[in-house]
Structures are given as structure tokens and as C-alpha cells.
């Protein structure tokens, strides 16, 4: 695997959006990219090293952070899980 020097590594995080709309959670993220939405989960995407500082701000906006994954595949595939009943 190569390093991404210019472009820089990507950490998605998910988290439990309450039943808000994507309008709501976008409103409440504030410019931060919104990768995936659904009833449940969203997932945001940052830098991995503003990792820590998108999850302090999560917490503070009111939402609880579940995990963070450098790729949406691996995220989705936890939703898939947790919604048979399996992962959390």
C-alpha cells in the first residue's frame, strides 16, 4: 500500500444520527463532508489527522460516535451487521 503524501489518508466515522434528515445532520456538521446517510447512521469523512477533533466535535454537537474506518466499505459492512442483530 502507497502512502498519500500530497493528497493525504481519509478516516470515515461513523455515527447514530438520531432519525434526523440529512438536511438536519448536514446543518449540524457544518461543512464537514457527509459520505453516507441513513435512518440510523451517517458517516463523515476527514483527514486522518483531524480524526480526533471530528469526533470531539460529534460528540459535542450531540451525536455518539460508534467507530472510525479508513474505508466506507468496512463502515458499511458493521451497519449491515449491527442492523442482523450481530456487532456493537
Given at each position: 500500500?502507497?502512502?498519500?503524501?500530497k493528497v493525504g489518508r481519509k478516516?470515515?466515522?461513523?455515527?447514530?444520527?438520531?432519525?434526523?434528515?440529512?438536511?438536519?445532520?448536514?446543518?449540524?456538521?457544518?461543512?464537514?463532508?457527509?459520505?453516507?446517510?441513513?435512518?440510523i447512521f451517517s458517516i463523515v469523512?476527514?483527514?486522518?489527522?483531524?480524526?480526533d477533533k471530528m469526533i470531539e466535535?460529534?460528540?459535542?454537537?450531540?451525536?455518539?460516535?460508534?467507530?472510525?474506518?479508513?474505508?466506507?466499505?468496512?463502515?458499511?459492512?458493521?451497519?449491515?451487521?449491527?442492523?442482523?442483530?450481530?456487532?456493537?
Amino acid at each position: 500500500m502507497v502512502v498519500r503524501d500530497k493528497v493525504g489518508r481519509k478516516r470515515y466515522i461513523l455515527f447514530f444520527n438520531e432519525g434526523k434528515s440529512k438536511g438536519e445532520v448536514i446543518k449540524a456538521i457544518k461543512g464537514a463532508y457527509l459520505a453516507y446517510h441513513s435512518k440510523i447512521f451517517s458517516i463523515v469523512r476527514c483527514k486522518h489527522t483531524e480524526k480526533d477533533k471530528m469526533i470531539e466535535f460529534l460528540n459535542k454537537a450531540g451525536f455518539k460516535t460508534v467507530k472510525t474506518a479508513g474505508t466506507i466499505k468496512k463502515l458499511k459492512k458493521y451497519i449491515n451487521n449491527f442492523s442482523q442483530g450481530g456487532a456493537m
